[in-house]
């Protein structure tokens, strides 16, 4: 029997099928579920991601959904735990990276662990605890405007100890470049002083190398999916998953499209302008949607009659002062929430009338949707870079999803999935 090498507890579902994609794509099989009580259904694989929509619920909540995800992982005897986040770090000074990893700490008895959210490749990288969007400081790019998690301090270090009572040290750029060994050294005697967590320096792309070399053998890792391209050669290397796997197809699924875009991240908003110049978009002004049955019910006829002729979109995407003007009649959680439904009880609906391919812009958006179409679990095709994890439900009436980040993904990234989705060479 195959042994449960890689157990991920992702926060939201946009980077939890990220990180199945990239596993299937160096040949790990990998379930991919939503609800921890089908794990066991996942069966003989070396990998199980479960995602869960926990990144910006309350705190406590998000402790109690990850417990039960972590220890329906541990009853399968899994070798490591990989607790999966944002590229930036997406949280608040409530949490919800420190609670969760307090948690998880705790439930696999590390004594340690690192946080490695660097991804060289998107420009997202660290230095002396600092997070870049390439040349600029997090606290002075577009992220600092995020409805939701707004992030106003660069330094991680000080972030991540704002929410948790264990001691953050930094793993610098410099101990990092002199390799695992080095760094092992480094860890070793900064945790004999009383610190429990690292915040990783990473630039380059042989930084990610080196940081999974030293932290394969850890009963915990954190990070951004970036770092999980990494591990299956070195599983491989140990013989602890068979080295050549091919990846698995997905199967084509036809039926109509759609385009569902709650993120209001710029990314987002340049890849509906795109869509819009070749397909029909409808948008959604949250200032006039307190009526949810209405806003779908307006929607959806306008879909009808459009859907014969190729995908259709719909956002609630908005520029900042949209978004701004949102939040203060609703709140912050209550406009992302009124945002949400609407699009969840649209995607139950466009289903109902014949589409079977979603392209999905959002982490909250995504968990939302696929919480409302009833979706448990998929079957992850492999990675096609950014932005570009797809899947496929397994029943006999199959819907193909595609769950981005707001951030990420080609400019192109909606009418290329969507066409992709019809033919499973394309997706692969």
């Known amino acids: 029997m195959t042994k449960l090498i890689f157990g991920v507890v992702a926060d939201d579902l946009t980077g939890g099928m990220e990180t199945a994609a990239m596993l299937v794509a160096a040949g790990i099989e990998c379930g991919f579920v939503t609800d921890p009580d089908l794990v066991g259904s996942c069966g003989d694989?070396?990998?199980?991601?479960?995602?869960?929509?926990?990144?910006?619920?309350?705190?406590?909540?998000?402790?109690?959904?990850?417990a039960k995800a972590t220890r329906a992982l541990l009853a399968r005897d899994v070798r490591q735990i990989f607790f999966k986040y944002c590229a930036t770090f997406d949280s608040t000074d409530q949490g919800n990276i420190g609670p969760v990893s307090d948690l998880l700490m705790q439930l696999t008895s590390a004594e340690y662990t690192a946080f490695c959210p660097a991804s060289p490749a998107l420009r997202r990288t660290f230095y002396n605890g600092h997070l870049f969007l390439g040349t600029e400081l997090i606290s002075d790019s577009p992220k600092r405007n995020d409805p939701l998690t707004p992030m106003t301090d660069p330094d991680l270090v000080r972030v991540l100890q704002r929410q948790t009572r264990a001691k953050v040290g930094?793993?610098?750029?410099?101990?990092?470049?002199?390799?695992?060994?080095?760094?092992?050294r480094v860890i070793a005697e900064a945790t004999a002083r009383g610190t429990r967590y690292f915040i990783a320096d990473a630039i380059y792309d042989r930084d990610l190398n080196t940081l999974a070399t030293l932290t394969c053998d850890w009963k915990l890792m954190t990070g951004n999916a970036t770092i999980v391209q990494h591990y299956p050669d070195i599983w491989k290397a140990r013989g602890l998953v068979a080295a050549d796997r091919s990846p698995p197809r997905l199967r084509a699924v036809g039926g109509g499209g759609a385009v569902l875009a709650g993120s209001c991240a710029e990314r987002t908003l340049e890849q509906l302008a795109e869509f819009e110049k070749?397909?029909?978009?409808?948008?959604?002004?949250?200032?006039?949607?307190?009526?949810?049955?209405?806003?779908?019910?307006?929607?959806l006829d306008w879909a009808r009659p459009r859907l014969g002729r190729g995908p259709v979109g719909f956002a609630t995407s908005g520029a900042p002062e949209a978004v701004k003007m949102a939040q203060q009649r609703y709140g912050r959680e209550g406009a992302a929430e009124l945002a949400e439904t609407i699009l969840g009880r649209l995607a139950v609906s466009l289903r109902g009338v014949g589409v079977r391919r979603f392209v999905v812009a959002g982490g909250e958006t995504s968990g939302s949707i696929v919480e409302q179409l009833g979706i448990r679990r998929l079957r992850v095709g492999p990675y096609g870079g950014p932005g570009i994890g797809t899947a496929v439900t397994e029943d006999e009436d199959p819907v193909a999803l595609c769950l981005k980040s707001g951030k990420l993904g080609p400019?192109?990234?909606?009418?290329?999935?969507?066409?992709?989705?019809?033919?499973?060479e394309a997706v692969n």
Do not use: C, Y
Request: net charge negative; hydrophobic share 50%.
């Open 411 to 424: 400019v192109d990234l909606f009418a290329t999935t969507l066409e992709a989705m019809l033919n499973p």
């Open 170 to 184: 930094l793993l610098a750029h410099s101990q990092v470049d002199a390799g695992a060994d080095s760094a092992g």
């Open 278 to 299: 070749s397909h029909p978009l409808h948008r959604i002004n949250l200032m006039n949607a307190e009526d949810v049955a209405a806003t779908v019910g307006d929607a």
């Open 45 to 66: 694989v070396p990998a199980i991601v479960i995602a869960q929509k926990t990144r910006v619920i309350p705190a406590n909540i998000a402790v109690g959904m990850t």
